[in-house]
T-cell receptor, first 116, second 114 residues
Framework: ETGVTQTPRHLVMGMTNKKSLKCEQH?????MYWYKQSAKKPLELMFV???????ENNSVPSRFSPECPNSSHLFLHLHTLQPEDSALYLC???????????????FGPGTRLTVL | DQQVKQNSPSLSVQEGRISILNCDYT??????FLWYKKYPAEGPTFLIS?????DKNEDGRFTVFLNKSAKHLSLHIVPSQPGDSAVYFC?????????????FGTGTRLTVIP
């Protein structure tokens, strides 16, 4: 399988549940990202991992907890979420070279999360 | 505060005509600008980009223009085709801690009418 994959594609959870979103990339990239897209808002960067090290947090609430065990996998652990956390969560990855800000990001299809 | 803005949430164009999508930004430190296209139930896919040292980049039917003094860029699609109907996101790139960070606009939904 190629590209960036995300599972599950849809998730409904209660506020007391604990769930995890998974992202996997088979592109040999070294940087991976979590974005949140709420209705009528721009994509918001949540977390950045570069060579498995988290480099950006962007003041995301602690009820969102990322994990990057290796450069191909990225998780977003969710616990005690709020209804306003309902959104589309997108994962992306970008290649290691050249080291410039022009590194196209490749996106997965996203997980549509609904918090009841 | 939003650093990249797309002020038109939607645009309808007749097939064969030109589609012009606009984007404004506030941070002069951005060094690349990108356009992404998104179909329903799919993630955004890269369409075209431009370096801040250029003012035009063309790829087939797609051309991006950059006006640095006005902090404005636009995407021109000509001729427009029904398959171009999608949401188009403008993004600006900055290198932060060794990884490129993209700042997105809210998107413009383009509808090309056959």
């Amino acid at each position: 399988e190629t590209g960036v994959t995300q599972t599950p594609r849809h998730l409904v959870m209660g506020m007391t549940n604990k769930k995890s979103l998974k992202c996997e990339q088979h592109l040999g990239h070294n940087a991976m990202y979590w974005y949140k897209q709420s209705a009528k808002k721009p994509l918001e960067l949540m977390f950045v991992y570069n060579f498995k090290e988290q480099t950006e947090n962007n003041s995301v609430p602690s009820r969102f907890s990322p994990e990057c065990p290796n450069s191909s996998h990225l998780f977003l652990h969710l616990h005690t979420l709020q209804p306003e956390d309902s959104a589309l969560y997108l994962c992306a990855s970008s290649p290691p070279d050249p080291p410039s800000s022009y590194n196209e990001q490749f996106f997965g299809p996203g997980t549509r999360l609904t918090v009841l | 505060d939003q650093q990249v803005k797309q002020n038109s949430p939607s645009l309808s164009v007749q097939e064969g005509r030109i589609s012009i999508l606009n984007c404004d930004y506030t941070n002069s430190m951005f060094d690349y600008f990108l356009w992404y296209k998104k179909y329903p139930a799919e993630g955004p896919t890269f369409l075209i980009s431009i370096s801040s040292i250029k003012d035009k980049n063309e790829d087939g039917r797609f051309t991006v223009f950059l006006n640095k003094s006005a902090k404005h860029l636009s995407l021109h699609i000509v001729p427009s085709q029904p398959g171009d109907s999608a949401v188009y996101f403008c993004a600006a790139s900055a290198l932060i801690s060794g990884a490129n960070n993209l700042f997105f606009g809210t998107g413009t939904r383009l509808t090309v009418i056959p």
